[in-house]
């Protein structure tokens, strides 16, 4: 079935960006919140104008959403700017945390964490970003031994490619990348401390290599990382997976570590109306779920996105498909 085919999750507000996950019996949704803006389209990303977030949840995946309302806004942010962009969500010793990143007041886009009590929230914010952290699309995974990673990191308007040499280099601001035969920017990695709210080491490149070994390459735009980092396990195995940006791929690569390296496996979804593809991975109930989004029900509008999910399944060689095996 294709993406436009699918009736959006939420309808009554724009949703975009969607972190999925099953806690407490039930699906949680994460999203950005879209609104409407007369900003230009422009490729770093200025007229996604989002300032809150709300949170959704469902009993089943089949039946009503609840929303939950604005659980954290911009102006409850001490350090932010602008731009709270695409979040995701974790537990940990019986609390809830809520990541997001957004534009420090130097226009530096940094990652926040705000906690809560219930997976619904409201979440309390740090009164300053996470220290160390850089760049968008936080994406967070505790494994089985209950260690918690934060991956993250986002091209063009994301800034990843400011932090080439360890510190922000404001030319190379903008909708840049490398080119040519060097290998691609890669997302970035750290162990978060116990109490989830610092990072326990510095960000480390998280590798994704061809099936031959050999690293990714900048003009591979069919393979290369842009943005939207997620991990999730299955049978043992670790999942990254990521948006192509300009070519609107959801791929994936497989590993054996939550560091990596990762072998670059596949697509999960091809393009979708409207520019940008983000996604999450979501198992409840025994099956797995692809949650993501597309512009269809805005007419095409790029900045206003809406919410859909489809089941996903895997092969005997726990290769993703969206046809039941």
């Known amino acids: 079935m294709a993406s436009n085919d699918i009736k959006p999750l939420i309808t009554h507000l724009y949703t975009a960006d969607p972190s999925a996950h099953s806690f407490e019996g039930k699906i949680y949704v994460y999203p950005s919140h879209d609104r409407e803006t007369d900003i230009e389209d422009n490729d770093n990303g200025d007229q996604y104008d989002m300032n809150d977030y709300h949170v959704f949840s469902l009993s089943s995946i089949s039946g009503p959403v609840t929303d939950h309302g604005v659980v954290l806004k911009q102006e409850d942010i001490p350090w932010v700017s602008k731009q709270l962009w695409a979040p995701d969500a974790a537990s940990k010793n019986g609390k809830y945390f809520?990541?997001?990143?957004?534009?420090?007041?130097?226009?530096?886009f940094r990652i926040g964490v705000a906690e809560g009590s219930k997976p619904e929230g409201p979440f309390k914010p740090d009164p300053d970003y996470i220290q160390g952290s850089y760049s968008i699309d936080p994406a967070t995974f505790v494994d089985d031994d209950n260690e918690a990673y934060l991956y993250f990191g986002g091209i063009w308007g994301g800034q990843l490619q400011c932090w080439m040499t360890g510190k922000?280099?404001?030319?190379?601001?903008?909708?840049?990348?490398?080119?040519?035969?060097?290998?691609?920017?890669?997302?970035?990695?750290?162990?978060?401390?116990?109490?989830?709210?610092?990072?326990?080491?510095?960000?480390?490149?998280?590798?994704?290599?061809?099936?031959?070994?050999?690293?990714?390459?900048?003009?591979?735009?069919?393979?290369?990382?842009?943005?939207?980092?997620?991990?999730?396990?299955?049978?043992?195995?670790?999942?990254?997976?990521?948006?192509?940006?300009?070519?609107?791929y959801l791929v994936y690569a497989t590993g054996d570590s939550p560091y990596g390296p990762f072998t670059y496996q596949g697509r999960i979804l091809e393009p979708v109306v409207g520019w940008t593809t983000h996604h999450s991975i979501c198992e409840h109930e025994g099956r797995w779920y692809l949650f993501h989004h597309d512009s269809s029900l805005s007419g095409g509008k790029n900045h206003l996105r809406s919410v859909k999910v489809k089941e996903i399944y895997y092969d005997k060689d726990g290769k993703i498909t969206l046809t039941p095996q």
């Open 98 to 108: 809520l990541y997001f990143p957004a534009r420090d007041k130097d226009g530096i």
């Open 168 to 248: 922000f280099d404001e030319k190379w601001s903008g909708p840049q990348e490398p080119t040519g035969d060097v290998p691609a920017l890669l997302p970035r990695v750290a162990k978060l401390s116990d109490d989830m709210h610092k990072l326990a080491e510095m960000p480390r490149e998280l590798a994704i290599l061809d099936p031959e070994g050999k690293p990714i390459m900048a003009d591979d735009h069919d393979r290369r990382f842009f943005e939207a980092a997620w991990m999730h396990k299955h049978k043992g195995k670790y999942y990254f997976s990521y948006s192509t940006g300009d070519t609107h």
